[in-house]
């Protein structure tokens, strides 16, 4: 038996409260390619084939909305090649993925920027989102040409061509015009690799999440550490600013 199937087959005890909402910032591609002497791209296909593993752990623990960080606004300053490979392997996980995702009842959406993305992915992604906008079991939220400051930018251009008043503008309302408009806040937000930073993700959304870092790099973030994650949110106490209660 294969470690993954292995890994399949196991029974998890089961969490107290689950977080509607997870976002991962999978990171460590690169570093599990070259602890292997092979090419960046190589960790970056490998963390792809493992965000298939981790999405169907995420909906059978059943936690409702996935946020992956991607492709960051800042990722473009990468070399060309590693970009272009980047573009590439998005469009083959759309290509092969969604079929599958779409008969799973995985509702994908897009947070980010679309201008920049070449022209035959950005088809892709439309026909992505077109195609499973009602499924319901899961929401795989694709941060891609993400940042979250230019969110918040482009929320306030789009306040001010509303010609929204002054008096009218509170936390609700800038909520309602960023990307993730309509979803929950996320409540655990996950950072594989080990680096103790936000780099610019879901800045707004996240101001009250609980954040779990694993040295893990991203690769060999499984489903045992998906389970680690959520239960480690299990033990925290969320106090959303107030006192001990
Ligand atoms: C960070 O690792 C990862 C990324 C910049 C891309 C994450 C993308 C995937 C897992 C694949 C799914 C998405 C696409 C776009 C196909 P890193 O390169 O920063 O790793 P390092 O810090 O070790 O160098």
Not at 20 to 31: E, F, Y
Not at 154 to 179: K, M, T
Request: a neutral charge.
């Amino acid at each position: 038996m294969s470690p993954e199937s292995k890994t399949e087959k196991k029974t998890y005890p089961p969490l107290e409260r689950v977080p509607a909402h997870v976002g991962i910032i999978m990171d460590g591609n690169g570093r599990w390619a070259q602890a292997r002497g092979l090419p960046r791209l190589a960790g970056h296909r490998a963390g792809t084939d493992n965000l298939r593993r981790v999405l169907r752990a995420t909906a059978e623990f059943g936690v409702h909305v996935l946020t992956i960080y991607a492709f960051s606004t800042e990722n473009w300053g990468r070399p060309e090649d590693e970009v272009h490979g980047l573009m590439e392997l998005m469009e083959r996980m759309i290509d092969r993925e969604l079929p599958k995702l779409h008969e799973e009842g995985v509702q994908i959406r897009h947070i980010g920027r679309l201008e920049r993305v070449p022209d035959r992915l950005k088809e892709k992604i439309r026909h992505a989102l077109e195609l499973t906008k009602d499924n319901q079991r899961l929401i795989l939220n694709v941060a891609f040409n993400y940042g979250g400051r230019s969110e918040i930018v482009d929320a306030v251009r789009r306040i001010i061509q509303d010609g929204v008043a002054a008096e009218a503008v509170d936390e609700a309302l800038i909520a309602r015009y960023l990307y993730t408009a309509g979803l929950p806040d996320p409540d655990l937000i996950v950072r594989t690799s080990g680096e103790l930073r936000v780099s610019n993700f879901l800045i707004w959304q996240g101001a009250y999440a609980e954040y779990y870092v694993t040295p893990t790099y991203w690769p060999d973030f499984d489903k045992d550490e998906l389970y680690k994650a959520l239960v480690a949110f299990n033990q925290r106490e969320r106090r959303f600013g107030l006192l001990p209660g």
